[in-house]
């Protein structure tokens, strides 16, 4: 099956080039749709380098309009039967995806989600970690399922199920609308582990704990009002 990798990507300079090297480096038929959302740090420059590859699609914001913005525009082009969500700033394995599509290839699976906390893992932040951990076990209450990483950044989709959401989230609480969908749509979820190099704040990692509370009110609008 081919598959459309969506790259989002804001100011990742010192990343970006060698996440997609190691992208190109996967064994399958694909397509490398990256999405600058309007970068200041000098990454679009870098993008610009790869314009002549012909795996590689380049978008660009003229204005910074957040992750889920970025993530609409990349479904919006992407042409693969499989479509697999990728962050440009390495703490995910593109050596993982042959784990992560495997299930939906034998027709097992519709979403497959890579989930950080069952696989290998760099020890981190222990703010993020019960966060995530509060915001999974609220998730799993209001949909009555058993997720363990809900907001992973590594997620692999059937084509249909994605062109079948009408999403509206243009932020970070665009993995929490995926969820909610999915699972209010009764698609075959499986995660799968993988191997997670989380960032520190130092290194530059950009979630705070105040982006829970966004989170955390998309959950209730998803699960009730949408």
């Not at 009555?144 to 970070?172: H, I, M, Q, W, Y």
Request: charged letters at 25%; a neutral charge.
């Amino acid at each position: 099956m081919k598959l459309s990798v969506i790259v989002p990507v804001y100011n990742e300079r010192k990343t970006i080039l060698t996440a997609i090297s190691r992208i190109k480096k996967t064994p399958f038929e694909k397509e490398i749709i990256i999405v600058d959302d309007a970068s200041t740090d000098g990454t679009y420059e870098q993008l610009e380098t790869l314009s002549s590859d012909s795996e590689v699609v380049i978008l660009r914001h003229p204005r910074n309009r957040g992750k889920g913005a970025a993530l609409q525009t990349g479904f919006a082009k992407a042409t693969g039967e499989i479509i697999i969500t990728q962050d440009a700033d390495l703490e995910y394995w593109p050596e993982d995806y042959l784990t992560l599509i495997d299930l939906i290839d034998r027709d097992a699976a519709d979403v497959v989600y890579g989930s950080r906390f069952i696989g290998r893992h760099r020890v981190f932040l222990f703010t993020h970690r019960m966060g995530n951990f509060f915001l999974n076990m609220l998730a799993n209450i209001l949909f009555n399922t058993t997720l363990t990483d809900l907001e992973t950044g590594l997620k692999a989709f059937r084509r249909e199920v994605l062109t079948g959401f009408n999403l509206k989230s243009n932020d970070f609480s665009i993995e929490v609308e995926l969820t909610a969908k999915v699972c209010r749509g009764g698609y075959r979820l499986y995660e799968v582990p993988i191997l997670y190099t989380g960032r520190t704040y130092a290194e530059g990692k950009k979630l705070t704990w105040r982006d829970g509370f966004p989170a955390l009110w998309a959950l209730f609008r998803f699960r009730f009002c949408d």
